[in-house]
């Protein structure tokens, strides 16, 4: 399914940009139930299905992998859902860490319509979600519009650490207007950055650069050699190299603090 996106840059600047992705409902893992406070053995959440409220009291529909003491926020592409970071998602779980994947309102399972503006604040509920259950180091990793969303929420506190891949700089579609980072914004960028982009994926490689460019130390930018967008580049030759930067990321947070 292809979604037409504009993509604005800086000042007058205007790209196109096609966002694509596919993706089947969200995969629960085995035995998992919905929960709320977990048994202290069990880490800081139980694994399963979770809910949140946005602070527009829309519900959002999520799940949680592994234990670990950070945790690891991962916000999927437009026209997907959560399941596209399941794989990832499990991976995480089992180097240590809490991943959190959800559904933004209108995809999947979570409630709500569609609304491309309001995709920070459905980033924000899950900040402010793993909070709640104790979380101080919360990772935002996000694919495509799930990075925009990531790198906008990130203006405001709560997070160590950003990771945005293949995201454009506004998110909006022909009959909709989006959420819209903009020159100003990015002096507010003070968490850890990682910036991955693919050499070949043309729609979204200035914007990616003009975030990197643009955004205060700490940070650092990966060039793939390759041309897939966003979580398509797992299934790509560049799989492999996109995991590795992610972890080695994730480790040198931890590293530091």
């Known amino acids: 399914m292809l979604k037409r996106v504009k993509i604005g840059l800086i000042g007058a600047l205007t790209f196109g940009l096609l966002l694509t992705a596919c993706g089947s409902g969200p995969s629960i893992p085995t035995g998992a139930q919905a929960t709320t406070a977990p048994p202290e053995?069990?880490?800081?959440?139980?694994?399963?299905?979770?809910?949140?409220?946005?602070?527009?009291?829309?519900?959002?529909?999520?799940?949680?992998?592994?234990?670990?003491?950070?945790?690891?926020?991962?916000?999927h592409m437009m026209a997907s859902d959560q399941s596209a970071w399941q794989s990832f998602a499990g991976e995480l779980?089992?180097?240590?860490?809490?991943?959190?994947?959800?559904?933004?309102?209108?995809n999947g399972a979570s409630g709500g319509k569609l609304n491309y503006v309001a995709l920070d604040k459905d980033v924000q509920a899950a900040i402010a979600f793993l909070h709640s259950h104790g979380f101080s180091q919360i990772v935002c990793v996000g694919a495509s519009m799930g990075g925009t969303a990531c790198a906008k929420a990130a203006l405001k506190p709560g997070l160590a650490g950003l990771v945005v891949i293949s995201s454009p700089l506004t998110v909006s579609t022909m009959s909709s207007s989006g959420v819209r980072l903009v020159i100003s914004d990015f002096k507010k960028l003070t968490p850890a950055k990682l910036f991955v982009v693919a050499k070949g994926d043309a729609d979204v490689f200035e914007s990616v650069k003009t975030m990197y460019d643009l955004s205060?130390?700490?940070?650092?930018?990966?060039?793939?050699?390759?041309?897939?967008?966003?979580?398509?580049?797992?299934?790509?030759a560049d799989g492999p190299a996109l995991r590795d930067l992610m972890l080695k990321f994730l480790q040198g947070l931890e590293q530091h603090t």
């Open 216 to 236: 205060p130390d700490p940070k650092q930018i990966t060039i793939l050699p390759g041309s897939a967008h966003g979580t398509d580049i797992f299934r790509s």
């Open 93 to 106: 779980a089992g180097q240590g860490y809490t991943a959190l994947t959800f559904d933004f309102r209108g």
């Open 41 to 75: 053995s069990q880490g800081r959440i139980a694994e399963g299905a979770v809910s949140f409220e946005t602070a527009d009291n829309v519900k959002l529909s999520g799940i949680v992998y592994g234990h670990g003491e950070t945790a690891v926020i991962l916000a």
